[in-house]
T-cell receptor, first 112, second 110 residues
């Protein structure tokens, strides 16, 4: 199995630009999670989906962030407009229900 | 709100020594996970603990869970340099969400 796939692995953009992060979960997994990791705040859950339906988006910092899961094999996290404080590593993880979550390699986002 | 506290946050230990990392959490949960993260890398699942009294071991690492005390421990036996990494505990929250501790940065020195 290829594991969770994320793209891009690195993204450098300027403040105000739109950023789209992509994730392909492990085949057969029905839950997908987006996390953000920073030195100051650690690992934070942004949103998670179950069977492609958003279940808990209480961690999404503000309206500039949006996430979609149009099908079982693809999800996006979009930031529009981006700000320097959005700089972080964004992880996608997938699982079968509540059993262990498997993390992707992450996308390192830098907003200048 | 579920709070997860790890201690210590930083740990430097000599090869061959034993040590324990502690993970306390604030509300009832029946799921606890330990992950390892190497610098610049992703998180690797180490242990999944799903019941009170659960104990799991892999190599030099052993994890246990006491749901009544809301405490999990990660015990390191005879540490080696390859164990140097950051270790996170994560506790199951409502639904499938996980709350992570801040991590314990472990450095094993000769």
């Amino acid at each position: 199995d290829a594991g969770v796939i994320q793209s891009p692995r690195h993204e450098v953009t300027e403040m105000g630009q739109e950023v789209t992060l992509r994730c392909k979960p492990i085949s057969g997994h029905n839950s997908l999670f987006w996390y953000r990791q920073t030195m100051m705040r650690g690992l934070e859950l942004l949103i998670y989906f179950n069977n492609n339906v958003p279940i808990d988006d209480s961690g999404m910092p503000e309206d500039r962030f949006s996430a979609k899961m149009p099908n079982a094999s693809f999800s996006t996290l979009k930031i529009q407009p981006s700000e320097p404080r959005d700089s972080a590593v964004y992880f996608c993880a997938s699982s079968v229900g509540a059993i262990e979550q498997f993390f992707g390699p992450g996308t390192r986002l830098t907003v200048l | 709100e579920l709070k997860v506290e790890q201690n210590p946050l930083f740990l430097s230990m000599q090869e061959g020594k034993n040590y324990t990392i502690y993970c306390n959490y604030s509300t009832t949960s029946d799921r606890l996970y330990w992950y390892r993260q190497d610098p610049g890398k992703s998180l690797e699942s180490l242990f999944v603990l799903l019941s009170n009294g659960a104990v799991k071991q892999e190599g030099r690492l052993m994890a246990s869970l006491d749901t009544k005390a809301r405490l999990s421990t990660l015990h390191i036996t005879a540490a080696v340099h390859d164990l140097s990494a950051t270790y996170f505990c994560a506790v199951g929250n409502s639904g499938y969400a996980l709350n992570f501790g801040k991590g314990t940065s472990l450095l094993v020195t000769p």
